[in-house]
């Protein structure tokens, strides 16, 4: 025990060389746990998705500065993890349930011009729109566009016209 406590520290007053061996098995750690919650929640990023990341970034640093238990702070997020994989299991099973926890795609433009109704809905403006279709269509053309979309992750989507 007095061997771990050399290597890892405890408590805030850690030196270098254990803040760094403690970032070391956080990373093998995480590399875990994000194998765990599965690709979804680096891929989708849904407000599910977004929370596990914001929450183990979160959790897991405290463990590396000493500012929580190491130990209570693994355990921790990897029952996070755990919660996140049921939850998207869940989701995927029930369109209803994932719709109230996730929300869902927003129509910002149709027949040639904005919703403005929606885009309020989306607290979004024309021009905010405008940079998501330059980025995502790479294009200002809104003649060539048939529907676009803000989905539920926030990213503008656009349906080109056939």
Do not use: Y
């Not at 025990?1 to 061996?21: E, N, P």
């Amino acid at each position: 025990m007095d061997i771990l406590i050399s290597i890892f520290g405890q408590g805030k007053d850690l030196t270098i060389v254990q803040v760094i061996a403690r970032a070391v098995v956080i990373f093998v750690i995480t590399l875990i746990l994000i194998r765990i919650s599965g690709r979804r929640s680096f891929g989708i990023k849904t407000p599910l998705d977004n929370i596990i990341v914001i929450l183990l970034g979160a959790i897991l640093s405290r463990a590396v500065v000493g500012a929580s238990p190491f130990i209570p702070a693994v355990v921790a997020s990897f029952i996070l993890v755990i919660l996140h994989r049921l939850l998207a299991w869940i989701f995927a099973n029930s369109k209803k349930l994932k719709k109230i926890i996730d929300g869902d795609k927003i129509l910002l433009f149709e027949n040639g011009k904005f919703i403005q109704e929606n885009l309020q809905k989306a607290l979004l403006n024309e021009e905010e729109v405008m940079t998501g279709i330059r980025e995502s269509a790479l294009s200002e053309d809104l003649s060539a566009f048939d529907r676009i979309f803000i989905e539920s992750s926030g990213q503008i989507t656009v349906i080109k016209k056939q």
